[in-house]
Nanobody
Framework: QVQLVESGGGLVQAGGSLRLSCAASGRTFSSYAMAWFCQAPGKEREFVATISGSGGSTYYTDSVKGRFTISRDNAKNTVYLQMNSLKPEDTAVYFC?????????????????WGQGTQVTVTS
């Protein structure tokens, strides 16, 4: 029911910024909790941030608190991840995900729909 397409990844120097976008299809987009995950080669997919359908609740993994901001514009069916003060360890493929309910879950298995991912590379 929900299709997701990420964009905005690229190559950036440490300390720089990127803004990722996730464009979603579906009539009930505003009812879905959205999240961002990242996955580096040889590592498991890791939680980054999530946001409730209304945007009223957010939750971040400790390593990005104060640096990344998740937001959404339901009128545009789009979720964003503003990434500031980027570090080389942030290098990964970033995936957008959707879930029927907002629970603040950090587990990939809690999310039902996934985009194809966008590459973020941070150089030192």
């Amino acid at each position: 029911q929900v299709q997701l397409v990420e964009s905005g990844g690229g190559l950036v120097q440490a300390g720089g910024s990127l803004r990722l976008s996730c464009a979603a299809s579906g009539r009930t987009f505003s009812s879905y909790a959205m999240a961002w995950f990242c996955q580096a080669p040889g590592k498991e997919r890791e939680f980054v941030a999530t946001i409730s359908g209304s945007g009223g609740s957010t939750y971040y993994t400790d390593s990005v608190k104060g640096r990344f901001t998740i937001s959404r514009d339901n009128a545009k069916n789009t979720v964003y991840l503003q990434m500031n003060s980027l570090k080389p360890e942030d290098t990964a493929v970033y995936f957008c995900a959707a879930a029927r309910w907002y629970t603040g879950s950090k587990s990939p298995s809690s999310y039902n729909y996934w985009g194809q991912g966008t590459q973020v590379t941070v150089t030192s």
